[in-house]
Every structure is written in structure tokens, then in C-alpha cells.
């Protein structure tokens, strides 16, 4: 039987994950998941792990739905208010997408621009201020955060065992930064699936997942494998002229609420 066997959650893009034992569902995906990010603060490009390893220390916690927490090793933790929607905008840049989105505050500026060795932001997405899916893949409606392009990730964890197994040591899941984790299938079977249902909320498979070289990075210190494994394994033999593939991205046709152990349920 096909079951939901984790969640995760990320708070902020590229900054340290949480696991879930129950998580909503919204308009963006997971509710809490990647609504904030950490951005140049000359430019307003984004800023993941690609640039800055260290990022990955950097634990992100929802205190409560208006209250982001930030904690990192031998630092005293910051509490980061959710800004109003419509102030302090600053325009910033997601891969090809620029929109406008409030500012955090000096004072998470530069409580992270301290640790990070460079002047950055932090900007939070409201739901009224979301990016539009590529509707080369998605309705016009759909939208997302600041994930890379898609609300929400799904990994087989029978895929990871698989590749584990071909790298030759254990790999941790959050290197991989899923939010969905399903057991009791074949290994890549998600490569297959179509749509799917889990509780009372249905999923669209959309789009397989490209991988970066994050996944070579430690996803509690974010130092770099010396052999660049996983994706050195993974390039054998999921790669296509597009990129080196592993997990797949979906869209919610619903709303509601995910528990881990819950069945899933695969519609075609």
C-alpha cells in the first residue's frame, strides 16, 4: 500500500528544513513552505546554497502563522514579524520571474547579512503577491512561492534507497528538499503517476524535477562532497538532454490537511 511516509517543510528557500507530522494545504502549496527569502540586497537576486553553502545551518521555524523564527549555532535566535503585504516592497528576482514583495526589516537584514559574509534581505511572498506557474505545465491560476517553479515536491523514498545503494553509502532525504515522501512503491515509479489523491486533496503530477548541485551539499553544515555524489550516480542514469532528473513536481487541486501515515491513492 502506498502511503504518505514524511512531510517537510522549508520556511525559507534554501535555508534549513522542518519535518512535519501534519501540515495544510493552501493556494501555494504547503502552507508555510518557502514564503520567505533571502535575497542580494544591491539587486534583489535570490540566494540559495548554489552560492552559499552555509545557508543550510541557518534553521527556519514557523513559531506561529505570523512569526518566523531564525536560529543558527552560537547566535541568539531572531523572531521576524510577517510584513504587511502592501509595505516596504522591494522588487526581486526568481530565475526569470521579478515581482514586487514586502521587506522583513533591518533587523533581519542584518542578523543574516552577518552570518552570510554579505549585505543581504530577507522578503516575504503574501498570497496576494504570488508568481503564476508556467503554464506551460500548469492553468492560468496556479501559483507558487518562492520554490524554484512548482508548490510542491515528491519523492519516492524507494527512489532514494535505489540510489543510495548505486552511490554506496546512506543519503539523507533533505538533501533532496521534498516536501511529500512516499513509501510502498517501486523505485521512480513516480515517474509514472498522473494524478493522485491523499486525504481528501488531489494532486497533479506536472513535471519531473531537475536537480542542482545541491544535493551534493551537507544538508545540516552545507559543505560539498568531495566526489559529487549523489548527482555523479544519479547523472548515469537520469539524464536526459534537459538535465539529471530525481523526484517530481506537483500541483494541489485542492485544499485541506496531510498527515504522515495517510494513504495515497493513485488516480491514473
Known amino acids: 500500500m502506498l502511503r504518505l511516509s514524511a512531510l517537510y517543510r522549508f520556511p525559507v528557500k534554501s535555508l534549513g528544513g522542518e519535518s512535519l507530522q501534519r501540515a495544510e494545504v493552501d493556494a501555494l502549496g504547503l502552507a508555510g513552505d518557502r514564503r520567505w527569502m533571502v535575497v542580494d540586497a544591491a539587486s534583489g537576486r535570490f540566494l540559495t546554497q548554489r552560492q552559499l553553502g552555509q545557508m543550510a545551518q541557518i534553521a527556519a521555524r514557523w513559531r506561529d502563522d505570523e512569526t518566523l523564527e531564525l536560529s543558527v549555532s552560537g547566535r541568539v535566535p531572531l523572531a521576524v514579524a510577517v510584513p504587511p503585504a502592501d509595505e516596504a516592497l522591494r522588487g526581486v528576482t526568481v530565475w526569470g520571474d521579478s515581482l514586487q514583495v514586502p521587506d522583513a526589516g533591518e533587523a533581519a537584514a542584518q542578523w543574516l547579512s552577518a552570518f552570510l559574509g554579505r549585505d543581504c534581505r530577507l522578503v516575504h511572498v503574501p498570497p496576494s503577491r504570488a508568481r503564476q506557474v508556467d503554464t506551460g505545465y500548469a492553468q492560468v491560476g496556479d501559483q507558487v512561492g518562492f520554490a524554484d517553479g512548482f508548490p510542491l515536491l515528491l519523492i519516492g523514498q ?62 545540516h553544515s552545507g559543505e560539498r562532497s568531495n566526489d559529487g555524489e549523489p548527482l555523479k550516480t544519479l547523472a548515469t542514469y537520469r539524464r536526459d538532454a534537459d538535465g539529471v532528473y530525481f523526484g517530481q513536481n506537483l500541483i494541489q487541486r485542492g485544499q485541506g490537511v496531510l498527515e504522515v501515515g495517510m494513504p495515497v491513492t493513485l488516480l491514473d
Not at 173 to 202: C, H, K, Q, S, T
Open 158 to 219: 524507494a527512489s532514494l534507497d535505489d540510489l543510495a545503494a548505486r552511490v554506496g553509502r546512506p543519503l539523507e532525504m533533505l538533501r533532496f528538499r521534498p516536501n511529500l515522501v512516499i513509501e510502498g512503491a517501486d523505485p521512480y515509479a513516480e515517474d509514472g503517476w498522473g494524478r493522485l489523491r491523499i486525504g481528501a486533496i488531489e494532486f497533479e503530477r506536472v513535471k519531473p524535477c531537475s536537480r542542482c548541485a545541491i544535493p551534493t551539499l551537507d544538508p
